[in-house]
């Protein structure tokens, strides 16, 4: 298993010589299992860049795209997804459960005119679009659960399964909602547990997320917090804030780890960045 980052922002792109070595494109990932299944998680600002990737390394594109939730820095990027346009592409994509045919709904609403030139319909007829079905998804050689994250509107973490190894996609969480949570802290931590590799939203500090409250986001610290509790092996920071800067966020990452350090020695602290892949 294979992931690469592609869009670690959130909210919206944040492109600057301040923000270069993290990088400003909002939520994309990429999943690669062993026997080449292609999965993209999000398809915020990253998913352009990896759209051109992909023209570029293969003739035709067979993958399957799985959104998290429907605010703006998750779907932006769509219309610019190359890949999509292309006859003899095959790209199917899973969102979160609503009424018949929501996914394709929702998506198409950021497609029509005043905002954009063409239709969804149009443009992007290599495209097939579901709901996700309840329990789980088999994926090529992986599997795929999700549970609901604590985030305005439905909002779905994945937990990836391949060959014994690991991976979590859990954006756009408040792990202490100021209100009843959709989803208990048990039920995280059981869905978290003993991954090799945990991405959780961490785009605020403690002292941030105050005046926060109810946005759906949680903090350096208590991602942390949640990583060790899981028994994960390594945790990665995600979601930064448009305003932080590269150095904000090497801060928050040296705060992380040292926490880290004095509660659990073993787990691995990094922090999102555009271009980097981890390999399982």
């Given at each position: 298993m294979r992931i690469v980052f592609w869009g670690v922002r959130g909210s919206i792109p944040s492109p600057g010589k301040d923000t270069v070595f993290y990088g400003g494109n909002t939520p994309c990932l990429q999943v690669v299992l062993d026997d080449g299944t292609d999965v993209i998680l999000d398809a915020g600002s990253g998913i352009r860049e990896l759209g051109r990737q992909m023209m570029e390394r293969r003739h035709k594109t067979d993958a399957f795209l799985l959104f998290s939730h429907y605010h703006w820095d998750h779907i932006q990027g769509l219309p610019f997804f190359t890949p999509g346009y292309i006859k003899g592409n095959k790209v199917r994509a899973y969102g979160v459960p609503g009424p018949a045919?929501?996914?394709?709904?929702?998506?198409?609403?950021?497609?029509?005119?005043?905002?954009?030139?063409?239709?969804?319909n149009n443009t992007f007829p290599m495209l097939d679009f579901y709901d996700l079905p309840g329990g789980h998804l088999d994926l090529g050689s992986g599997r795929v659960n999700y549970l609901r994250t604590n985030h305005p509107d439905f909002c779905a973490t994945y937990r990836f399964e391949e060959k014994g190894r690991s991976f979590v996609y859990f954006t756009d969480n408040e792990l202490f909602p100021p209100d009843k949570p959709q989803t208990l802290r048990s039920e995280m931590v059981a869905f978290c547990r003993d991954a090799d590799v945990l991405v959780h939203d961490s785009q605020y500090t403690r002292e941030e997320i105050g005046r926060k409250l109810g946005w759906g986001h949680s903090t350096n610290l208590d991602s942390v917090d949640l990583a060790i509790e899981s028994g994960v092996k390594k945790l990665v920071l995600f979601h930064h804030d448009p305003t932080r800067t590269d150095a904000g966020v090497d801060a928050m990452l040296a705060e992380a780890r040292i926490y880290a350090a004095a509660?659990?020695?073993a787990l691995e602290v990094e922090a999102a960045r555009e271009y980097t892949e981890i390999i399982l």
């Open positions: 045919s929501f996914v394709l709904q929702v998506l198409s609403r950021q497609m029509e005119q005043p905002f954009f030139p063409v239709s969804l509660r659990s020695p």
